[in-house]
């Protein structure tokens, strides 16, 4: 064990410097690479009885994302099958008060393993990584299919959706709404990728991305938040609109608590709550 911890240490990449803005401290990046863990979760025969191998519909989505399966489908050749990819990300306190150590861990799972087995922790579904498009891989049965990953879903807070979307705050990271248009009775236009790909062009061309404060200053004109190489810009079709999921915890589970909950009892009373 005490050897292969010494190799595992050993084969830890550098520390990463930043020429063009000074830290506090290094920055330290572990990663892995993305087709290698999804060719783990795709091979691996603990999700044998809990994985989906085709498409199917269960319900006929009022926005149309129900079909979304088979529309990512229909466009492979005969033959070739997908693994949907999904993401999550937020960054996590390590130590507080003794060097207040940060991490941004970095997940991913496939879409085709069953949502109940994705709810336990103890299933280790989602994995770390540091993901390009599909290839030859081996299925739990050792069958080769020819498999393309599209990104499909991005589990992440609000705060998260903005630096994925490379939204400035006080944006939505889906449509091209702000905040003061986030109550609008009717849906904004979505915020497709090329949108943003040819606002971080204009910004690009209006200064050098290398100036950090000038660069800075020209993209909160075009509502961006500054980063110029998208992850997910040439990762299939993914469009943020599409694969940022609801901030389920947020929005709908601590916004209910901590407002109407809360209004319903300054207004009744908890004592007439409770009967």
Same mark, same amino acid.
């Given at each position: ?15 990463? %410097? ?12 572990? *990663?892995?690479? /993305? ?8 091979? +691996? ?35 070739? !099958?997908?693994?949907?990819?999904? /993401? ?9 008060? #003794? ?20 709810? %336990?922790?103890? !299933? ?50 889906? !449509? ?40 800075? %200053? ?16 040439? *990762? ?15 929005? *709908?589970? %601590?916004?209910?608590? +901590?407002?109407?909950? #809360?209004?319903?009892? +300054?207004?009744?009373? /908890? ?5």
């Amino acid at each position: 064990m005490s050897k292969d911890l010494r190799v595992q240490i050993e084969g830890l990449p550098e520390q990463i %410097k930043v020429s063009s803005y000074k830290t506090k401290v290094p920055l330290v990046l572990y *990663w892995r690479d /993305g087709l290698d863990v999804i060719k783990h979760l795709f091979t +691996n025969p603990v999700f044998m009885p809990c994985m989906d191998f085709r498409p199917y519909q269960e319900f006929e989505g009022p926005d149309g994302h129900a079909d979304h399966a088979w529309e990512i489908q229909d466009k492979l050749p005969p033959g070739y !099958s997908f693994v949907g990819v999904i /993401g999550a990300s937020d960054k996590t306190p390590l130590m507080i008060r #003794t060097g207040n150590k940060e991490m941004h861990p970095l997940l991913i799972s496939l879409a085709n393993i069953h949502a109940g087995v994705h709810m %336990k922790a103890t !299933s280790h579904v989602f994995a770390l990584i540091a993901a390009r498009d599909g290839c030859v891989m081996s299925d739990l049965r050792g069958d080769l299919c020819m498999i393309h990953t599209p990104l499909v879903a991005w589990i992440a807070d609000y705060p998260e959706q903005l630096l994925i979307a490379c939204t400035a705050s006080k944006h939505s990271p889906i !449509s091209l709404a702000v905040s003061t248009q986030f109550w609008d009775p009717l849906p904004h236009s979505p915020q497709i990728c090329s949108h943003t790909i040819d606002a971080i062009e204009r910004a690009c061309a209006i200064s050098d991305h290398c100036d950090i404060a000038s660069f800075y %200053k020209a993209c909160q004109t075009l509502h961006l938040n500054g980063v110029v190489e998208l992850y997910w810009m040439d *990762w299939g079709d993914a469009c943020p609109s599409h694969f940022l999921m609801p901030d389920a915890l947020h929005q *709908w589970h %601590k916004f209910f608590f +901590n407002h109407p909950i #809360t209004w319903s009892i +300054n207004i009744m009373g /908890g004592a007439e709550l409770n009967l």
